[in-house]
């Protein structure tokens, strides 16, 4: 059983810092973490951050400059640093990983439960 558990959400003030993490655990032979997507109520999911799979970072344009992305591969954690939020920031973000339960098992897909996020102007 593997479990993506985010942590770090919360409420804050326009202007404010968040620091989001996503740490897997079970039976975990390899993780790939994808990156990390939200929720606004009445919207689609949409893209925050991910890693491509040339090693690079895509942002959503509307966090360029303020969110960072990163992830430590040994503590199978990946984190997104959120400076300067902004109230259109409010959302339930989820992280997304590729996990292999063993050398020889296909990746299997998973999305964490979400944590809320809530900037107030």
């Given at each position: 059983?593997?479990?993506?558990?985010?942590?770090?959400?919360g409420l804050v003030q326009a202007?404010?810092?968040?620091?989001l993490s996503c740490a897997a655990s079970g039976n975990v032979y390899s993780i790939n973490f994808k990156?990390?997507?939200r929720q606004a109520p009445g919207k689609q999911r949409e893209l925050v951050a991910v890693f491509t799979s040339g090693g690079s970072i895509v942002y959503a344009n509307?966090?360029?400059g303020r969110f960072t992305i990163s992830r430590d591969n040994a503590k199978k954690t990946?984190?997104?640093q959120m400076n300067s939020l902004k109230p259109e920031d409010t959302a339930v973000y989820y992280c997304n990983a590729d996990v292999r339960y063993n050398y020889y098992a296909n990746s299997q897909n998973f999305w964490g439960q979400g944590t809320q996020v809530t900037v107030s102007s």
């Open positions: 059983q593997v479990q993506l558990v985010e942590s770090g959400g202007g404010g810092s968040l620091r990156g990390w997507y509307s966090v360029k990946v984190y997104l």
